[in-house]
């Protein structure tokens, strides 16, 4: 069986993560002690293009510059990984809104209409990550990634957009949006979308299939 794993959020110690978002991370010590596990087990890590059995694929989903974290613990396993980037954040260095206490929490975001919220907000000032451990990545940290040769930056939307049948309206524009940011402001184009919140319908995963090779959700399906 092929295992893909996703993650969030990285920490060197949970001494220092309070609040909600609590629950978005792993610890470097408990990371390495579940690739530990894998390897006694018989298990190996390779990219999403392997099918074979007891292999093992690591995904973080957002683009939080705490993922830089795990570069180390990459070369040290020669552990190719993803990170799914959110353009959005990346591009404006805004903060993460399930992040921000005076809003929702992570588990409540599947329901949050970011493009209407984004029309609210019209030219108002983008509001910037407060932790430094909580923003999102950028560019250059990106492609420093990338340099390794073994992180590739895989797609999850503009604004982090769940595609639910009630914003599947939204579809086209998170796809088109980040692309133009990923090609213009990294010069890539992802091969994988990633959906937000692992929301979807058969027609968002249909059209998505048109430019990526493969569409994840958290459901247990790749298509």
Known sequence: MKICLCFHCLCESYD???????????????????????????????????????TVSITFDDGYANNLLFSELAQEYEIPFIVFVSAYYTQTGAGFPWMDPSQKNYEQMYKFDYYSHHQDLGDSIVPKAESPKERPMTFDELLSLTGTGLMEVGCHGYYHQPLSKEFERYAEEERSRSMSVFNEDLGVNPRYFALANGMYTGQVVRDLLKTFDKVLTIDGTAF
Not at 38 to 48: H, I, M, P
């Open 16 to 54: 220092d993560i309070s609040g909600d978002s609590g629950e978005l991370y792993v610890s470097l010590d408990d990371m390495r002690e579940m690739i530990e596990q894998f390897l006694a087990r018989g298990y190996t890590f390779s990219d999403l293009e392997d099918p074979a059995d007891y």
